[in-house]
């Protein structure tokens, strides 16, 4: 699977939308950008996927370039409580076997009062 | 559905001693992996199951360490003898097809091995 970079830490104003970056610039066709989160002493939630066109749900929206080098998650109204760690793996998907995802360091975002 | 459940939310034991974490999985979820988060490793897979069936093990650390699915309700993660530097917080996580990159996971089992 493609690796991912993320920066570190990321600060958001409550209220505001968050836009956190993930670069992969080595994904191949067949990969799919994945979202997580872990919020503290949680397990990770699924947040979003998407292979090439963007995505959007009831938690968030998902971009990604055109070249699918980098993506963007979007939080378009954060809160205090969307204070987590954010996870963006790369992964194959095909049926009959079960490719694990691969977590990285992800990017701590804090939502500020 | 409750999600994946799993206990004990934390366990403190002594070095030497056996430690047993379990995992209920959602109903339906063929699939179930275990997870270990480490401040130093973060999160890695230890072993995933499809169908009761135990499919990669090759994230487990050493012999001490087991899992079990003896039927599709429940899992076993056994460390036997526990050691400190198997402190560490274990995730359980189910999901529906192997097709899907969606897992579900648990609140997870904090371990401190004194």
């Known amino acids: 699977d493609a690796k991912t970079t993320q920066p570190p830490s990321m600060d958001c104003a409550e209220g505001r939308a968050a836009n956190l970056p993930c670069n992969h610039s080595t994904i191949s066709g067949n990969e799919y950008v994945y979202w997580y989160r872990q919020i503290h002493s949680q397990g990770p939630q699924y947040i979003i996927h998407g292979l090439k066109n963007n995505e959007t749900n009831e938690m968030a929206s998902l971009i990604i370039t055109e070249d699918r080098k980098s993506s963007t998650l979007i939080l378009p109204h954060a809160t205090l409580r969307d204070t987590a760690v954010y996870y963006c793996?790369?992964?194959?998907?095909?049926?009959?076997?079960?490719?694990?995802?691969?977590f990285g360091s992800g990017t701590q975002l804090t939502v500020l009062p | 559905d409750a999600g994946v459940i799993q206990s004990p939310r934390h366990e403190v034991t002594e070095m030497g001693q056996e430690v047993t974490l379990r995992c209920k999985p959602i109903?339906?979820?063929?699939?179930l992996f275990w997870y270990r988060q480490t401040m130093m490793r973060g999160l890695e897979l230890l072993i995933y199951?499809?169908?009761?069936?135990?499919?990669?093990d090759s994230g487990m650390p050493e012999d001490r360490f087991s899992a079990k699915m003896p039927n599709a309700s429940f899992s076993t993660l056994k460390i036997q003898p526990s050691e400190p530097r198997d402190s560490a917080v274990y995730f359980c996580?189910?999901?529906?097809?192997?097709?899907?990159?969606?897992?579900?996971f648990g609140e997870g089992s904090r371990l401190t091995v004194l």
């Open positions: 996580a189910s999901s529906l097809s192997a097709a899907t990159g969606e897992l579900f």
């Open positions: 793996i790369v992964r194959v998907e095909f049926s009959g076997s079960a490719r694990q995802l691969t």
């Open positions: 109903s339906g979820h063929d699939y």
């Open positions: 199951f499809n169908n009761n069936v135990p499919i990669d």
